[in-house]
């Protein structure tokens, strides 16, 4: 299956959980609460989207003079605003993850997280990327020459499906 399809078939189990929660507290507890404990929740989300995005728009802004901290400060702003988003949905689930986005002690977290999930979806086009810089570059081509083509050969033969690590010193 593709990924998109697996996305899809996450998102759809999420939403049917979500109402799943949402029943079983609705049941416990009955509708009235139920909405207080929704309307509260999104009174408290749009209070943390406040204070938390215009600290993280202050970042970002004085991120522009720095570009090591862009990235930082980005990843920061896009995990506030959409923890921001999780939060005033309705939903007890989509409210913990938003809370593990938007509060400063578990945002580490969350980002070291969505950071290793991007560089996983992205290795690809990464890979591809540094190909074409490197063929681009015409100074990162290191001109050199085989010693024996034979066992070179016969190497290849024997672990068709392994790369051959060449170890060795690049001298200037």
Request: charged share 20%; proline share 4%; hydrophobic share 50%.
């Amino acid at each position: 299956m593709r990924r998109s399809t697996w996305v899809l078939v996450g998102l759809g189990c999420l939403a049917i959980a979500e109402v799943a929660v949402l029943a079983a507290v609705g049941q416990r507890i009955g509708a009235l609460p139920l909405v207080g404990i929704l309307v509260a929740e999104a009174l408290l989300g749009g209070w943390l989207v406040r204070h938390e995005g215009s600290k993280a728009w202050a970042s970002l802004r004085a991120a522009q003079a720095d570009p090591d901290r862009r990235g930082a400060a980005l990843t920061d702003a896009a995990l506030v605003l959409v923890g921001a988003l999780l939060i005033m949905l309705p939903g007890f689930i989509s409210d913990a993850v938003g809370a593990l986005f938007l509060l400063p002690p578990t945002r580490g977290v969350a980002k070291a997280g969505v950071v290793g999930l991007f560089r996983s979806l992205t290795r690809k086009y990464r890979d591809q990327a540094d190909l074409l810089a490197t063929r681009v570059d015409r100074g990162s081509v290191v001109e050199g020459s085989v010693a024996d083509a034979s066992a070179t050969d016969e190497a290849a033969r024997r672990r068709p499906n392994e790369t051959e690590v060449i170890k060795g010193e690049i001298e200037p």
